[in-house]
């Protein structure tokens, strides 16, 4: 009886362990990344999506690279969410409205074009 228990709890407990999501890395050109004011609006914007792991945002080569768990958020999802907030991602210009509330810092000759 007792080993019937053990593993009947034993079964439960692995199949309730999740299996560990794989963890991968977006690298996108993100054109209003120029000043840390763009730097830190990227940056919380980013995390707001669940399953993000780490960011890293440089302002010198206009760059980000995103850790993010795969079965919690896609990439698809991840540029969407940053385009929704006006970035300009791989030279795909983001919403129109929400460009004009970022600041003016956050842009060059070349992205106001």
């Not at 019937?4 to 407990?13: E, G, R, T, Y």
């Not at 690298?27 to 780490?54: H, N, P, S, Y």
Request: charged residues 25%; negative net charge.
């Amino acid at each position: 009886m007792k080993t019937s228990w053990l593993v009947i709890v034993l079964a439960l407990i692995f199949t309730s362990c999740e299996k560990e999501s794989k963890i991968l890395v977006l690298e996108l050109d993100i054109a209003e990344l120029v000043c840390m004011d763009g730097q830190k609006i990227f940056e919380g914007r980013i995390l707001e999506l669940e399953g993000i792991k780490t960011v890293s945002a440089n302002i010198q080569t206009h760059k980000a690279q995103i850790r993010y768990r795969e079965n919690q958020v896609s990439a698809a999802e991840i540029e969407a969410h940053l385009g929704d907030y006006g970035f300009t991602i791989d030279a795909v210009p983001g919403n129109v409205i929400a460009r004009g509330r970022l600041p003016q810092c956050c842009f060059t000759p070349q992205t106001l074009k």
